[in-house]
């Protein structure tokens, strides 16, 4: 059986030097350590008011749908997101999250030998993309 070394020998060198995500802690257990109550947190993308109305109708209405594998290409999307911004459909990419996206940016214009520069407070997937 493969040793842990020999494993990373087969990965790509600038996955070695990263270090795993540790998420931050949960609110509540927050609260509780500091001993406060009604925070709001600003972090992981999350929206303290709740999502809006709307939102919550349109995903009801698509319950029944939830079998069904969905459109990868996000034609519907892409349209009406191009009628919008009045530019061409085929100038707009969709993704799964910002992940796969700032992911595809970095895999499709850098290479090894390019530099690219983020912020030690960024984001986490920056440096995961450039590193990788």
Do not use: W
Not at 18 to 32: I, S, T
Not at 89 to 112: D, H, K, M, R
Request: glycine share 8%.
């Amino acid at each position: 059986m493969p040793g842990p070394d020999r494993f990373s020998a087969l990965a790509a060198e600038g996955v070695l030097g990263l270090k795993p995500y540790v998420p931050g802690k949960p609110l509540a257990e927050l609260e509780r350590e500091y001993g406060i109550r009604d925070s709001i947190k600003l972090a992981s993308n999350e929206n303290p008011l709740g999502p809006p109305p709307a939102s919550v109708r349109a995903i009801s209405a698509a319950l029944g749908e939830l079998a069904l594998y969905p459109d990868g290409a996000a034609f519907e999307l892409k349209n009406a997101l191009a009628k919008r911004l009045a530019v061409d459909p085929a100038q707009i990419t969709v993704g799964n999250g910002s992940n796969e996206l700032l992911s595809l940016v970095a895999e499709t214009f850098l290479t090894p030998a390019t530099e690219a520069i983020y912020s030690q407070f960024a984001f986490l997937i920056y440096a995961l993309s450039v590193q990788a």
